[in-house]
């Protein structure tokens, strides 16, 4: 008898250790349920405060949006149309390179017939010279 008293308090023990760890649990979820509401409460409170200057700083990117695109979109074609010309100067740049090389070109072969010209008549004067 003495045995099975022994092992029904050791039972009630364990139950009694139990029922203070659910005690003790049920104390802290408490806790940590306040404070998640504390938090959430300060968190909305705070949303509260910023919500209207937030909104307002969204309204004011909406509006100057449009305006923005505009400008970007003549910016853009201001940049197109520099480039356009930019390759239309090059074009006439290499145009006008491949002038100066044919007529460097022509003024070298008139030198040259110049100097054969002048090699000519100097040994057609130098003949005359001997008749």
Do not use: C, F, W
């Not at 099975?4 to 659910?22: M, Y």
């Not at 520099?82 to 239309?88: D, V």
């Not at 022509?106 to 110049?114: D, G, P, T």
């Amino acid at each position: 008898m003495t045995d099975i008293l022994t092992e029904v308090r050791r039972q009630v023990n364990s139950l009694d250790r139990q029922a203070k760890k659910a005690e003790r649990y049920q104390k802290l979820r408490g806790e940590m349920k306040d404070l998640e509401l504390r938090l959430a409460s300060v968190e909305y409170a705070n949303l509260a405060r910023t919500g209207p200057r937030r909104r307002a700083s969204s309204r004011r990117r909406r509006t100057r949006s449009p305006g923005l695109h505009a400008s970007l979109s003549t910016i853009e074609a201001a940049i197109e149309e520099t480039r356009a010309e930019a390759l239309s100067s090059e074009r006439e740049l290499a145009l006008l390179q491949h002038q100066v090389h044919e007529i460097e070109n022509s003024l070298r072969q008139a030198e040259h017939r110049v100097e054969m010209s002048r090699t000519q008549i100097t040994a057609l004067t130098e003949q005359r010279g001997r008749t």
